[in-house]
């Protein structure tokens, strides 16, 4: 586990197309930069992103600082809700205590149209009160916008939204979109209708459309979602990502004996998986099926349950054998493969959930990618989900088995019992600490601990894992939701990730948390953005609250800015001998794994459920390097080739298939 580093600190805890041609004319951000952005931007070609100082772009053979390149772990004890902060920042950092608390506010429960509700006003107002939030105070922010809450909400005071020719932003969808613009319209920004209008400052857009990523100006606007967000988002993705990295991973160790034990096995984390798309594999779960455990099938892409099932007899699986061969054997599928259903994951089921008054749930927390260039990666509690009904293992009924709200929606029971089916982490630490804690030996607050630091470990796992494949451009931002699963022995698991987690607030718990979510994703967005353009230091960043860095990506050798991920890989040195690594480093990558040293391909056989034989299933376990997996490689280190271990045989799409798959799949993740 690596300790917080210096300059860390500890948690604080459709398109209207008649948009007049005049208006965007006047509007050319290029002669009218965004103070929001900073004037730099307007200055920049679309790639160059200008000088990277030395500071920021050290020789390749110079190590540096390891301190500033790691993953960074900062725990806190206790409940989100308040801020810790370290000696070294002062005042300024005890900002923080402001709860994003509008459960006072009538009427939250639903997503209406913009600036039509008390509570975006509320936003706005909020929002108002850090215009240029980088060169406000934050202790003063809290205080204002705590007296404002104290003074004007009950209320439901109305401010005016700013008039004026603002920057623009441009929202796609619901999912938070009141959130969004209130907040974007609390900085004076205005709202347009049209996605392909080029002057945006903001665009976040639920469904990852081709046109944004053509039309994208790297530097100049922020955009949501990294375009190849899936190899986290879909659960072959996931799979195949993880699957990957272990195998690098290992490699490393074996021919590095030294590089310790801190990288977290996947096997440790992430259901056992195999991919019903790969002949191979499919044949090695048919046969290793037993009528001794439940399977969970689930779609690659798929969000709210859909599609799912569950495998526990031989009639059951030989049925879904069945199906699957005729869908690889149907001439028009095998024509167009496009049209054929979605590719399907088949995953050992967790039968030994720990159950909340006897009810199954998940916790959905947040791996929010703040800024692409360089990488600051952070992880954000949220809240967890239960079932409204107890859970059997042996029930039929999904509604047991499936924590997600939208499957819990179906019941008529929903309305009456909604506010059960939503805890806050901070009952959830303290239901734990009442009825767990002793009788299985916990350690104290165990939700705010052990559990939060598993969590972000295995995310910043997870994100070593596709690092060096996402796209990165200066501008992009992602907030992606994680589903963990905790069994009754306290072993947690990674369930999936989500792109365009859901943002809805139709409960008491969600109004408390995904408004704070959503807009310090904007803030540590904004913030980022700004300091990467003017080649400031990330730390210390004024706009965290809640959210704890996992990952300083600045003195990364890949990304960085003059570049970028679709520009061509700049040269790396050759690797450090590992034994002179910082043994609390995850190793260098090998030679071998570097640009231009071929590889073999990815396991097309067996690769079973974490890319070995059937036969090893069951199971050698790798020589592993521990449980630590967060760490960021060294400065000095190579990183596996672009596109390597993509999903070997999931369409790997452009964007035009991806998009075509968003749409068939439209809808929050994890609602
Ligand atoms: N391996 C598993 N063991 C036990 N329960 C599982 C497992 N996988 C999924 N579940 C249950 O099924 C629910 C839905 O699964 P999952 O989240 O993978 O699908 P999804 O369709 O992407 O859902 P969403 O995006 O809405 O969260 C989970 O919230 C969890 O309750
Ligand atoms: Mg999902
Ligand atoms: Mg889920």
Not at 268 to 275: G, I, K, L
Not at 279 to 298: M, N, S, V, Y
Not at 397 to 415: A, E
Not at 440 to 468: E, N, Y
């Amino acid at each position: 586990m690596a300790l917080p580093a210096q300059g860390t600190r500890p948690y604080g805890h459709r398109t209207d197309r008649s948009q007049p041609q005049a208006e965007a004319q006047v509007q050319d951000p290029r002669r009218h930069p965004s103070p929001a952005l900073g004037p730099r931007a307007a200055q920049r070609s679309h790639r160059g992103v200008g000088v990277v100082s030395s500071q920021r772009c050290p020789r390749p053979c110079v190590p540096a600082p390891a301190a500033r390149s790691r993953t960074h772990f900062i725990h806190r004890r206790g409940p989100p809700t308040r801020t810790h902060v370290s000696g070294k920042r002062g005042k300024r950092s005890r900002i923080a205590g402001v709860r994003w608390s509008h459960t006072w506010v009538p009427g939250w429960a639903h997503e209406r149209p913009m600036g039509s509700n008390q509570e975006e006003q509320v936003l706005h107002s909020l929002s108002q009160l850090r215009p240029n939030a980088d060169l406000l105070d934050d202790t003063g922010i809290a205080r204002s916008r705590a007296a404002l809450l104290e003074r004007h909400l009950p209320e439901g005071e109305k401010q005016p939204h700013s008039i004026g020719q603002g920057p623009y932003f441009y929202v796609g969808g619901t999912n938070g979109a009141s959130i969004i613009s209130s907040y974007c319209r609390g900085k004076g920004w205005q709202r347009v209708q049209d996605s392909r209008r080029e002057d945006c400052k903001l665009k976040w857009c639920e469904l990852k459309c081709r046109d944004n990523y053509y039309r994208f100006r790297e530097g100049e606007q922020l955009l949501y979602q990294i375009p190849n967000n899936k190899l986290l988002t879909t659960k072959i993705g996931l799979l195949s990502a993880l699957r990957e990295y272990s195998r690098i991973v290992n490699k490393i160790h074996r021919t590095s004996p030294c590089a310790q034990a801190k990288v977290l096995k996947m096997e440790e984390f992430f259901p056992e998986t195999y991919r019903l798309d790969v002949r191979d594999e499919r044949e090695a779960f048919f046969t290793l099926f037993d009528e001794t455990q439940i399977w969970i099938c689930k779609p690659t892409a798929s969000n709210q349950g859909k599609g799912i099932f569950l495998l526990r007899n031989q009639e059951e699986v030989a049925a879904l054998q069945v199906k699957t061969q005729s869908i690889e054997d149907d001439p028009i599928y095998r024509k167009m493969p496009f049209r054929a259903p979605q590719a399907r994951v088949v995953q050992r089921y967790i039968q030994n959930p720990l159950l909340l008054d006897g009810k199954k749930f998940d916790v959905r927390s947040y791996l929010l990618i703040a800024c692409a260039m360089p990488y600051m990666v952070f992880f954000g509690h949220g809240y967890a989900r239960l079932t409204l009904s107890l859970y059997d293992p042996h029930s039929s009924d999904l509604g047991g088995h499936l924590t997600n709200q939208f499957m819990q929606k179906k019941s008529p029971l929903y309305m009456l019992l909604k506010e059960d089916t939503v805890w806050s982490m901070d009952r959830l630490n303290r239901h734990i600490n009442d009825k767990f804690r002793k009788t299985k030996g916990l350690p104290r607050d165990w939700v705010f601990t052990a559990f939060t630091k598993q969590m972000q470990q295995i995310m910043a796992h997870c994100f070593q894992a596709v690092k060096s494949k996402l796209h990165c451009k200066l501008g992009y931002f992602d907030l992606i939701g994680c589903d963990f699963l905790i069994d009754e022995n306290f072993k947690v698991w990674l369930l999936e990730m989500n792109s365009n987690p859901a943002l809805h607030t139709n409960c008491e718990v969600l109004k408390e948390v995904i408004p704070g979510v959503v807009m310090e994703t904007l803030d540590l967005a904004i913030e980022t953005f700004q300091k990467s353009l003017r080649n400031q230091k990330m730390l210390p960043l004024r706009s965290q609250r809640r959210f704890v860095l996992l990952h300083n990506g600045e003195t990364d050798l890949w990304p960085r800015l003059g570049g970028s991920r679709s520009a061509l890989r700049p040269p790396l040195p050759p690797p450090r001998p590992a034994c002179e690594a910082d043994c609390s480093a995850p190793p260098p990558f090998s030679a071998a794994d570097g640009p231009g040293a071929r590889r073999p391909a990815l396991p097309r056989s067996p690769g079973g459920a974490h890319g070995r034989p059937p036969s090893a299933q069951r199971r050698p376990r790798p020589p592993g390097p521990g449980p630590d997996g967060a760490q960021s490689r060294e400065p000095g280190a190579e990183r596996p080739r672009a596109g390597a271990g993509e999903p070997a045989r999931e369409s790997s799409p452009g964007l035009g298939e991806e998009e075509r798959e968003e749409r068939k799949n439209a809808g929050h993740r994890g609602c």
